[in-house]
Structures are given as structure tokens and as C-alpha cells.
């Protein structure tokens, strides 16, 4: 996990116990507390879309990097 994704997860998980607090034990109205609910929704996501880009992108590198090597010690040896 980058620094990054993990300051995402970490706010987004602060937003939604602002809410909770906000919303159950200060009895503030829904509607002055329905933001930080939305800010920790939209961060979770964004956290997961940006995870998910990671995973493809180390996938590619791993199935790159599988390829550059031959199995065959034949063909290894042709290379050089």
C-alpha cells in the first residue's frame, strides 16, 4: 500500500467517524452531518479505484518481466 492510498483510507475512515459522532451522539440533524458521509463514500471509492489501478499495473510488470526471461536454457543461451 503507497502512502498515498493509505492517507486516502485513513481520511475517508475519519470523515465516516465524524459522521457517526455528529449523528448519533451529538443528535446533530442528518442533513449538518450528511457531508462527512458523503467525503468518507467518495474517498473509500476513490481509495479503491486507485488500489485498483496499482493491481493492474504490478500485473502487467509481473507478466513483462515473466516473458523476458525464456524457460528453455536453449534459448537462453541464444540470446547471448
Known amino acids: 500500500m503507497k502512502l498515498i492510498e493509505s492517507i486516502i483510507l485513513f481520511a475517508s475512515l475519519a470523515f465516516l467517524v465524524m459522521f457517526v459522532d455528529q449523528a448519533l451522539y451529538k443528535k446533530v440533524p442528518l442533513s449538518d452531518s450528511y457531508f462527512f458521509l458523503m467525503f468518507s463514500l467518495a474517498g473509500f471509492l476513490f481509495y479503491t479505484y486507485r488500489r485498483g489501478l ?27
Do not use: D, M, Y
Request: no cysteine; charged share 65%.
Open 54 to 80: 496499482r493491481k493492474i499495473k504490478e500485473k502487467q510488470e509481473a507478466e513483462a518481466k515473466k516473458e523476458e526471461k525464456p524457460k528453455n536454457i536453449e534459448q537462453r543461451l541464444k540470446k547471448k
